[in-house]
């Protein structure tokens, strides 16, 4: 079954603001970097057709632009739910045939092999949701061509995408999928895990 990924990005400016004080001079560079491995490692999956990167920021367009990539603008951000919505719209539009998945864009730690399992592991549902570490939020959603998908992403997410009949994939087989990076803390953890090259440069330098 192929797939079309939506990956929905926030202003790098703007982003990752609880990584606190002591990262603040590099936070822009590390969200920029976050969703550079995310959208890096979902686009090497064989099974995934196009990856759609919902934006509205210029300096997200030119960072992330590349074979495989479809720029979708965001005429007015409201956030990541809609931003999920207008690409999810747009697959359906134009891929009719292809199972759709959003994928959060603060995944450093992700492989293109992680990243296969969660599709090939998804198939198996008509919905499926990837649960963060902490369990309670939510890192990947998907569906089957067809089937009605509605991002509830925020506080909660896991409990509110489930409710809505969504099957949680197992997270044990999906640790880097399910290391999101909001604070200085889970970057530790995703570091340990073993971060993309777009990363590791920011942290190095």
Do not use: C, Y
């Amino acid at each position: 079954m192929p797939w079309v990924v939506v990956v929905p990005v926030k202003p790098f400016a703007r982003a990752k603001s609880r990584l606190g004080p002591d990262i603040d001079s590099r936070r822009a560079a590390l969200a920029r970097a976050f969703a550079a491995d995310t959208v890096a490692a979902v686009r090497a999956v064989q099974a995934v057709r196009l990856v759609v990167v919902v934006t509205g920021d210029r300096a997200a367009r030119e960072a992330l632009r590349g074979p495989g990539i479809h720029l979708l603008g965001e005429p007015t951000p409201a956030g990541l739910n809609a931003a999920a919505s207008t690409g999810i719209a747009w697959v359906r539009r134009h891929h009719p045939d292809a199972a759709v998945a959003v994928v959060t864009a603060d995944l450093p730690a992700l492989r293109a092999e992680d990243a296969a399992t969660v599709l090939r592991l998804a198939a198996e549902h008509p919905r499926a949701v990837v649960a963060d570490r902490e369990g309670t939020g939510s890192t990947v959603l998907t569906a089957w061509p067809g089937e009605p998908l509605q991002p509830l992403f925020g506080p909660d997410s896991m409990q509110r995408h489930r409710r809505d009949g969504a099957v949680r994939l197992h997270e044990s087989e999906l640790v880097r999928a399910a290391r999101d990076v909001d604070t200085a803390t889970q970057l530790a953890e995703a570091v340990r895990l073993g971060v993309g090259q777009a990363t590791a440069r920011v942290l190095a330098d």
